[in-house]
Nanobody, 124 residues
Framework: QVQLVESGGGSVQAGGSLRLACAAS????????MGWFRQAPGKERECVAA????????YYTDSVKGRFTIARDNAKNTVYLQMNSLKPEDTAVYYC?????????????????WGQGTQVTVSL
């Protein structure tokens, strides 16, 4: 069993930055694919970034490429989402997810473990 806890959300003005963290407990990170998803009001949950535990393989949805970076610290069992140049359309609840897998996963149905979510609000 893996428990995930997100932190780092908040309110920021457009152009600002936030770093989300997702701390895992119960299992070590090794062997787990991680993903960051977001869900805005009235919209479906989408994958914004994901990586594999092997490193070197990452995924970013087009709207965040060049602005968001996923990174993990396996020693701390923590995965981060650095978000720069934030836009109002980035406003959403952000979730991290984990799945024991050696590949990058972008489909939410494939993930086994989810955090509770953290709100990110970007204003003009």
């Amino acid at each position: 069993q893996v428990q995930l806890v997100e932190s780092g959300g908040g309110s920021v003005q457009a152009g600002g930055s936030l770093r989300l963290a997702c701390a895992a407990s119960g299992r070590t990170f090794g062997g787990y694919a991680m993903g960051w998803f977001r869900q805005a009001p009235g919209k479906e949950r989408e994958c914004v970034a994901a990586d594999s535990w092997r490193g070197g393989s990452t995924y970013y949805t087009d709207s965040v490429k060049g602005r968001f970076t996923i990174a993990r610290d396996n020693a701390k069992n923590t995965v981060y989402l650095q978000m720069n140049s934030l836009k109002p359309e980035d406003t959403a609840v952000y979730y991290c997810a984990a799945k024991r897998a050696g590949v990058v996963l972008t489909t939410q149905a494939l993930y086994d473990y989810w955090g509770q979510g953290t709100q990110v609000t970007v204003s003009l």
